[in-house]
């Protein structure tokens, strides 16, 4: 789990993928993009007969302290964008779906699934990645790393990523608080003993 999925934080993980699931099938409409409007809005412009826009749209996005354009669909996934328009390829495509955690991004700070959020829902946030964060001996990349916290290595951005926000919330955290923070992400090579020795290496090594 991590942040948006924990259940000491008041909106989880779930919570704002459901939101971002409504977002998904009701963004986009003639004219202008509008993002978060709810089902009972998009219905009631349905039945006026508004049609979904189709096309793409400029938008700007704050990756890892950079500024970003790019021409995409109003549909397009965050991870989608990010991997295949700005070559950020930190974030990994496994389930494509919510359920494993390996496209883990932090918006504003919160881990979220980016393989289901839109990318013009992210405009205007801070958008950081495994990249801005393997930063050396002290980085929680290089925990992962000195713990064998890894095989196939697919879900580990996904991990690290959770990780790293887990820290920036709770520098100190008990071996449950770790379990909890990262239970939103799935390793299918069974890696969770190194993941979790990991996550409480690094948190004594970023304060040393
Ligand atoms: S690829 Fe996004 S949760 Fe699995
Ligand atoms: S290391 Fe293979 S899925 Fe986690």
Avoid: W
């Amino acid at each position: 789990m991590r942040d948006n999925a924990s259940s000491s934080n008041s909106g989880n993980r779930r919570d704002f993928l459901r939101g971002s699931g409504v977002a998904a099938a009701t963004a986009v409409f003639t004219q202008t993009a509008q993002v978060g409007m709810d089902e009972a809005a998009a219905e009631a412009l349905a039945a006026q007969g508004v049609a979904v826009q189709s096309g793409s749209m400029k938008i700007t996005l704050q990756v890892n302290g950079q500024s970003m354009v790019s021409e995409v669909e109003p549909r397009s996934t965050l991870l989608d964008v990010l991997r295949h328009r700005l070559d950020v390829t930190g974030p990994k495509r496994v389930c494509d779906r919510s359920s494993c955690g390996a496209c883990t991004i932090l918006l504003n700070g919160q881990s979220i699934y980016s393989c289901t959020t839109l990318a013009v829902a992210a405009q205007g946030k801070e958008i950081r990645t495994l990249e801005s964060f393997d930063t050396g001996p002290k980085s929680v990349a290089h925990a992962f790393h000195q713990n064998d916290g890894l095989m196939c290595g697919y879900c580990t951005p996904g991990f690290v990523t959770a990780c790293q926000a887990l820290l920036e919330k709770n520098p100190n955290p008990t071996l449950e608080e770790v379990k909890k923070g990262l239970d939103g992400n799935i390793c299918r090579c069974g890696t969770y003993v190194g993941v979790v020795q990991a996550a409480l290496d690094a948190a004594k090594a970023i304060k040393v």
